[in-house]
């Protein structure tokens, strides 16, 4: 004899005048997502997205370039990369 969807207090309040594209937390969520899988990363890894996004691009852009215009955008990386480590407080 359980209650029905539409009889529950609590399925009437999940369900809101937003839908799940509106809803203002749903880029909380990503961008948690975001950042949980930022921190999943190896340092290295860290440390090449973060000279990615200061540079304004993303791996995506990257595996779409032309490999010409890519094996440059790489040097840039590498040499970011290796001023930071440089300058890192951790010498």
Do not use: Q, W
Not at 10 to 33: L, V
Not at 64 to 88: A, D, F, G, Q, W
């Amino acid at each position: 004899m359980g209650m029905s969807k539409k009889d529950n207090k609590y399925f009437k309040i999940t369900t809101s005048k937003f839908s799940r594209r509106d809803n203002p937390y749903r880029e909380a969520k990503t961008t948690c997502d975001k950042f949980i899988s930022f921190l999943s990363l190896s340092p290295e890894g860290r440390m090449r997205a973060i000279v990615l996004d200061e540079i304004g691009l993303s791996e995506e852009d990257l595996s779409e370039m032309p490999n010409n215009k890519r094996i440059k955008v790489e040097t840039i990386i590498t040499n970011k990369t290796e001023e930071k480590l440089n300058s890192s407080v951790y010498k």
